[in-house]
């Protein structure tokens, strides 16, 4: 069969790819289907023509999976917050434990490793604790608006459409997050729109009104908005801070970042406080953690509950053991297993969030925990004494070739490795593996959903 981009095809969906697209096959080649769902017999247009592989679109879906369920949302299938609203929870459990254990067998060449099925979120919608919505200065229109006269095209201030930087909705809501963070969006929104301050354009990047970040602290129902802006004009975005803060006692932080730089990025050059303080507090366990504006800080904090007990477990630790933190961030796992070893070091890269982890510290009476700053490649060097535990918890890329170099050279009895990319856990894993025995892998879903799955390896020295 002679495929050409544009072609459409009827498919029979059989699988999901670690991503969220759907895949089948025709003529000897993988067809990876967006909004396509296990079952489901769809009309796909291809839009993407390689060598061993196509790219299509679903345009009418003929046979629906029985797997498949009505959204909730009337953004699903056009903002890239949750592409999987569309399957059914339970089988998105399922097919998250899939992609840990095929990345662990066509990635490392793993077979036979105990992976537990996913503990599922306490919550599938609401669940987040961090949102950051974008200011365009052009809607993305929803089908149903296309063509309508009296609506708005020159302003925006949501959640990007998938895979692209300028496209933009004008969000009314976001059902991951609680519905009060909604009641704040629609407050910015409409303060935002009738300021006769222009918001940012993505492409000309003129203009004043770039981000909202709203933060949310679970255990205390505290709320923080920080509002990013091009340049400083507290005169302007003063009167929001108050608005805000007299209608809602929950909103009990309000900060302005300034980000003047060309970066599509909801961080800022520094802050100004409008109102309240500026930083929330969040617990996790027994333990409180000030979270600031820029803070890093679980988005699920019943899942990060989750992993840190899960960690904790496969540590097993006596009270007796020397501890070894890498990417240890705000320190939020280190404290969290302080309990329970003799010390914790850990070594994190960002300066602030070393400063963050000690302030934690303070905050939570913990005294045997200490934290390096610097490059890991660099401050793992300065180790000298063996720990008994190493905790392994890196970003997305995994772990720099020169850091496992060294785990290795250091030889701990126990690795836990924490994970939010199956594919960069099983490259990694499979680096130490003539060294080290993988005993089993717990998945944890932190973003219903979503395709990202978060997993918590246990690891023994042979």
Known sequence: MNLKKGDLLDLRVDGVAFGGKGIAKIDGLTVFIDNGIPQDYVSARIIKKKKKYLEARV???????????????????????????????????????????????????????????????????????????????????????????????????????????????????CLLQPDFGNKILNDVQSFIRNSNVPVYGLRSHEGYWRFLMLRHSVAFDQWMVNIITADEDRETVQPIADILTERYPEVVSVVNNINSGKAGIAVGEYE???????????????????????????????????????????????????VLDLYSGTGSIAIFLSDSAKK??????????????????????????????G?????????????????????????HKD?????????????????CNPATMARDLAMIKDSYEIVEVQPIDMFPHTYHIESVAKIRRK
Not at 377 to 383: D, F, G
Not at 403 to 419: D, H, L, T
Request: glycine fraction near 8%.
């Open 59 to 173: 345009e009418a879906i003929l046979e629906p999976s029985t797997y498949r369920v009505e959204p909730e949302c009337e953004y699903s299938g056009f903002c890239g917050g949750c592409k999987w609203q569309t399957l059914r929870y339970e089988k998105q459990v399922e097919y998250k434990r899939q992609h840990v254990v095929d990345s662990l067998e066509h990635i490392g060449l793993f077979h036979d490793i105990e992976v537990h099925a996913t503990i599922p979120s306490g919550k599938i919608f609401g669940y987040r604790n961090k949102m950051e919505f974008s200011c365009s200065d052009r809607r993305w229109l929803l089908p149903e608006e296309l063509g309508k006269d009296d609506v708005e095209i020159g302003f925006a201030l949501g959640l990007h459409v998938p895979g692209t930087f300028y496209k933009v909705l004008d969000n009314k809501y």
């Open 272 to 322: 100004i406080n409008l109102a309240g303080s500026s930083s929330i507090t969040e617990r996790i366990g027994s333990y409180h953690f000030t979270i600031s504006s820029n803070s890093f800080f679980q988005t699920n904090t019943s899942g990060a509950f989750e992993i840190y007990k899960k960690v904790k477990e496969y540590a097993g630790l006596t009270g007796r053991e020397i």
């Open 344 to 373: 914790v070091t850990g070594l994190e890269m960002v300066e602030s969030a070393v400063g963050d982890a000690e302030k934690n510290c303070i905050n939570n009476s913990v005294s045997n925990c200490t934290f390096i700053p």
């Open 375 to 399: 490059d890991i490649r660099y401050s793992l060097a300065q180790i000298k004494t063996r720990p008994d535990v190493l905790i392994i918890d890196p970003p997305r890329s995994g772990m």
């Open 403 to 419: 850091v496992v170099k060294q785990i290795m050279a250091a030889a701990p009895e126990r690795i836990v490795y924490v994970s």
